[in-house]
C-alpha cells in the first residue's frame, strides 16, 4: 500500500517530507493492469496545499495495436502536481474529466495515500497506441496468423490501396 502515517506533521506550514514508494500491489485502474510501482516521491506543505514531486516507475500490460498480444512494459512516471490534504469519498462517481479540473487529495482517513496520485498520472503516462515493435507484422486478416511467429499459407494482397490504381493501369 502506499499509505502512510504523516499526515499530522505534513499539516505543518513549510514541512517537506520524503515518501519512498515500494507497493506491491499493482495500481488497480479501470482500463489498464498495472505492476509493482517502486520511487520515491516529496510532499511539501505550500500553505494549505501540498507539492507532490518525484518519479515512481512500474509496469504495464499493454496489448500491441497490430498483432494483439500482449507484453508488460516498464512505464516511468515523472511526478510534479500540487495536491490537496482533503477527503475526499470516493473518486469512481466522478468523471475522467472532472477529475483533473480538481486537486488530487493525498488525505485517506489519518494517513497520507499516494495511490490515487500515482494512478492518475499512470493513466496519463499509458500509451492508447503501442506496437510491440515498431515492425510488427500483425495477424493475417485471412486466418489470424501472428506473422511475427511465421508466415501462413494464405494468398495475401500485400498491396498498398493507394497504389493500386497504378497496377491496374499496368494491367491494360
Ligand atoms: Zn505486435
Ligand atoms: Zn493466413
Redesign the pocket.
Known sequence: MMQYDILDELQKPGVELTCVVDAEVAVEASEALYGPVKGQVTLINAGGKVEAFGFVSTTVELTCSRCLTKHWVPIEIEIDEVCSLEAVERYDSVTAEEERSELISLRSGSKIDLSELVRQLAMLNTPWRWLCRPDCRGL??????NLNEGD???Q?QQVDSRLAPLLELHHQ
Open positions: 493475417c486478416p485471412v486466418c489470424g496468423q501462413c499459407d494464405c495475401r
